[in-house]
């Protein structure tokens, strides 16, 4: 026998169960989120039809990072929906305000400013434009 202690089976048990979780949160925080697509588009990406966003309110398209408002003007304004708090995907929109679901910060969707905590940052805005009566955001081609 060695001069060493062994691990008890308990301290051996309880070091595996909590491994996998503390795995899964760093990864839940990482800075892709877990995602594979982009922040930001980084080619133009056609979002479908102008109708999609109404005047006064905005629309969260997840598969691509990006939330686009429209103002009572018409104007189109699109932001990424990665929180700058820990890089996390943002995936619920309340009426025009993000909801980040990693630490709760919220960011208004019509000026990617910061509404709640933790985030201390706004949202990247990202270039969007309509182009034959389809949304297109990201940079020209």
């Given amino acids: 026998?060695?001069?060493?202690?062994?691990?008890?089976?308990?301290?051996?048990?309880?070091?595996?169960?909590?491994?996998?979780?503390?795995?899964?949160?760093?990864?839940?925080?990482?800075?892709?989120?877990?995602?594979?697509?982009?922040?930001?588009?980084?080619?133009?990406?056609?979002?479908?039809?102008?109708?999609?966003?109404?005047?006064?309110?905005?629309?969260?398209?997840?598969?691509?990072?990006?939330?686009?408002?429209r103002g009572a003007d018409g104007t189109l304004k699109a932001f990424s929906t990665i929180c700058t708090h820990a890089g996390c995907p943002i995936n619920k929109l309340e009426g025009t305000t993000l909801v980040c679901p990693c630490h709760g910060s919220r960011f208004d969707a019509t000026t990617g400013k910061v509404m709640q905590s933790p985030a201390t940052v706004p949202l990247e805005q990202v270039p969007v434009r309509a182009e034959g009566g389809k949304i297109v955001a990201g940079p020209e081609a």
């Fill in 1 to 69: 026998m060695s001069g060493r202690p062994s691990a008890s089976r308990r301290t051996i048990i309880r070091g595996a169960a909590l491994t996998p979780v503390a795995g899964l949160g760093l990864a839940a925080c990482g800075p892709d989120g877990g995602t594979s697509a982009p922040a930001t588009p980084t080619a133009p990406v056609d979002l479908g039809p102008e109708s999609a966003v109404a005047e006064g309110g905005a629309k969260l398209f997840r598969d691509h990072n990006v939330v686009v408002s």
